[in-house]
């Protein structure tokens, strides 16, 4: 290469952040080279070293681009540039890779299909036309594909492929899109698709893709092995078969994801404003859940009841390839039982979705590691993620002060993930699900297990829920660390927010939850505290309501319901008040209300949840939840936004906790609807009284500790309405943190585990 005649200079470029397995190299290689440099890029343990050699203005032309259109799945973190000695090289060279060190950092989150290889497969004249399993440097399977480290395809369910000549070729062509593209295949020499029956019997077509098509027109329910595992798939716009799906499924209500084909297809099922476009085509193509467009194509049995719909596009050229085909929206739900975790191996799903599924669509490329769908929405105009797991997981989560010991964290009991973190980075693990039955058990284990081997961490703490009956709790004792520390739930909440943050604390920590154990061994659930990331002091609550058969209370939210206007009225009801549950027969109402009136200590339940199920129940006039939180989404979507008044509230006490208490609006409401008041007017009156209480209760934490950061955390703040109001009301003296990498719910629990772990052990 030839070199200007100007002076010969010399930078070193060091990149930290998510650079190793995203095509990063080569696309160093290709810039170098469109610059006019020369030198060399390397891989190292913390991320990617170049020494560059040019005259000042290819150098800075160069150092420009770098900065400017990086691969779409990198993440720089850090990048650093010092003077070196001028060298005269004749070339730009990758060089190979100096040994591994630290190899946390080489296994990336799987990447979406990007917009080249989305191209050669529509094009006839490419090789790859119509080939599934296309990918390169910028998109395809990681994770899911990884059985070990470092991340090569040697260590991959692609080591069995043996890559064809012209594959090869491109592996080994630094100036390749495909240069060191691990999962690097082709229809001579990559994996194969084919099409089973039910019974797992291999049916012998042409084109598997165009004959599940084919079955999906004619109203059949495809079994497809995605990335990280099954999806059960059929027209969502066909109301058969998607109630067959249900009722096959076990799944009475609760919503079901669909994909399709492109932002355009997706613009005519829901209303989609900039942020929610960005989610949908973001790298990590999470299913996004936006307001449901009137009058759509849509099937009604897809979302009963629901005005928000999960949508997202393709993420593999198969899907790419399968919706052009379909031309329709898929319903694309997780391919399980109802609790059992998402199958991914190909006689497992056999087994497990046989009486599910009319047809297979399988291939011959394992699936290593389970890994769920993502959920993001938008709330205050900004993605937040619900769930956390393909497309995320394993990137990590900068630690804005390092932790002194590795550490692993377990979770809680539902929507479990568990976290390492050591140096400054922590690692959320993917979505296990509810830890409520052996076989999510064995897959928390496993997961555990795997992400713990990859990223070759020797935790030395082990952080769990105060909980004792949690399995992730007698996981964490059956763990061979020496020092394990339990960690208060709200708590980790809220530190789970302060790390999102960068916050070392104290905060003023809101975290409305359903509910958690609490440090004095009964059941919190709505709290707020006064945090730092050692400890906290529990500063507000809501007023406790029994919870009459514990589990059923949840299952069947009239009983909350009932001991709502108890509690308020006592047990001479007024009759605007037992009116609402006229449809109730008495005796299951004389059934309750003998329970609330025994001296028989019950649970007692201190969740916003609870309340928002409690009233949502009694002008809802629901009997049933056929899902958790059904009935408070309800709640929530009727609430009339131009409704601005709210119901009278009380708070309770001047020591720790004071107690929020919402009798005075359950009078009101009921009061209202003597007055003649809409559901979504004293739904909105409800969400608007939960505002100002809380507004109110940070008034009077501040007067005592003074001005702090306020952060939301906890399941409740994934209700854009609550967060969105809540907001507002601490407006402006307060701005509300929020979420938005790390779920609010318990999902993102055990990275406030691990923070206020190595808080107490190094004695903070
Ligand atoms: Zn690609
Ligand atoms: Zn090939
Ligand atoms: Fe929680």
Partial sequence: MAISGAVLEGRRIEIHGTVQGVGFRPWVYRTAHESGVTGRVHNDAAGVTIEA?????????????????????ARIRTFQQSPIPAELEGDFVIVPTVDAGAPRVSIPPDL?????????????????????????????????????????????????????????????????????????????????????????EHIGVDDPIAAAAEALRCSMIVAIKGLGGFHLACDATCSDVVMRLRERKHRDEKPFAVMVRNLASAETLAVLGDEERRLLSSVERPIVLAPRR???????????????????????PLHHLLLASVDAPLVMTSGNRADEPIAFRNDDAVARLGDIADLFLLHDREIEARCDDSVAAVIAGHGVVFRRSRGFVPRPITLSRPVARPILACGGQ????????????????????????????DSYR???????????????????????????????????????????????????????????????GLAYDGTGYGSDGTSWGSEILVAGLA??????????????GGDRAIQEPWRIALALVVDAFGHDLPPAASALFEDIADAEIGLVTDLLRTEMPLPMAHGLGRYFDGFGALFLRRRKASFEGQIALEWNQIADPSVLDAYPYGI?????????????????AVADTVRGATVPQIAARFHNTIAEATAALVRRVVSEYGRLPVVASGGCFQNARLAESVRA???????????????PGDGGLALGQALVADAITRGD
């Fill in 53 to 73: 050699f040019g005259d000042f203005a290819a150098l800075e032309r160069f150092i420009a681009r770098l900065h400017i259109d990086p691969p779409p799945a």
């Fill in 112 to 200: 979406a299909t990007c917009k080249q290889c989305a191209a050669e497969i529509v094009d006839p004249a490419n090789r790859r036309f119509h080939y599934p399993f296309t990918n390169c440097t910028n998109c395809g399977p990681r994770l899911t594909i990884a059985t070990g480290i470092p991340y090569d395809r040697a260590a991959t369910t692609m080591a069995p492929f043996e890559m064809c000549p012209a594959c090869r070729r491109e592996y080994h062509d630094p100036s390749d899109r495909r240069f060191h593209a691990q999962p690097n295949a082709c229809p001579v020499c990559g994996p194969r698709l084919t099409l089973h029956a039910f019974t797992g």
């Fill in 294 to 316: 009137e009058g759509s194509a849509l099937a009604p049995e897809v979302a009963p009841g629901n005005t928000m719909i999960g949508l997202f596009l393709p993420y593999t």
């Fill in 414 to 441: 539902l929507k479990n993930t568990f976290c390492f973190a050591a140096g400054d980075s922590a690692w959320l693990g993917p979505h296990v699900g509810d830890l409520d039955n052996l076989a999510t058990y």
């Fill in 446 to 508: 496993d997961g555990v297990a795997r992400l713990e081997r990859f990223l070759q961490i020797r935790p030395e703490i082990v952080a769990h829920d105060l909980h004792p009956d949690y399995l992730s709790t007698m996981y964490a004792e059956q763990r061979p660390e020496a020092i394990h520390v339990p960690v208060q739930h709200h708590h980790a909440h809220v530190v789970s927010a302060m790390a999102e943050h960068g916050l070392p604390g104290p905060v003023i």
């Fill in 535 to 548: 400890s906290f002091v529990r500063v507000a609550t809501f007023r406790p309501l029994p919870l009459v």
């Fill in 652 to 668: 309770v006490g001047s020591g720790n906790p004071s107690q929020l208490d919402l009798r005075p609006a359950v009078w009101a």
């Fill in 729 to 743: 009301a601490l407006a402006p003296e307060h701005d509300v943190r929020l979420h938005a990498r790390v779920p």
